[in-house]
Nanobody, 124 residues
């Protein structure tokens, strides 16, 4: 079946940068909306960024706007999340997700396909 796998997580100091990739197997997601979400310990999973099939529509959570950039990828990596000026509050497991439809959406229940997550740890 379809699979999404995140990569690029790690441990960085505050102010540092990371670039997350989302790889797909089993099917192509080039015509699907893609999103990034994160979950910190003891907290609910929250929206980070979303992009539609063409890249013409992009949404960001207020907490990451101006620091993070979501982009479409190719058949191998369907999306990226460039994270700059990282803060300790960005520490979380980051998930990529894909919709069945082409639009960008900000709600967790809009996404049918999920990766297993990649850990991002930002130290102060």
């Amino acid at each position: 079946q379809a699979q999404l796998v995140e990569s690029g997580g790690g441990a960085v100091q505050a102010g540092g940068s990371l670039r997350l990739s989302c790889a797909a197997s089993g099917r192509t997601f080039s015509s699907n909306g893609v999103g990034w979400f994160r979950q910190a310990p003891g907290k609910e999973r929250e929206f980070v960024a979303a992009i539609n099939w063409s890249g013409s529509t992009i949404y960001y959570a207020d907490s990451v706007k101006g620091r993070f950039t979501i982009s479409r990828g190719n058949a191998q990596s369907i999306a990226y999340l460039q994270m700059n000026s990282l803060e300790p509050d960005d520490t979380a497991v980051y998930f990529c997700a894909a919709r069945t439809g082409p639009s960008a959406r900000m709600t967790i229940n809009e996404y049918a396909y999920w990766g297993q997550g990649t850990q991002v740890t930002v130290s102060s």
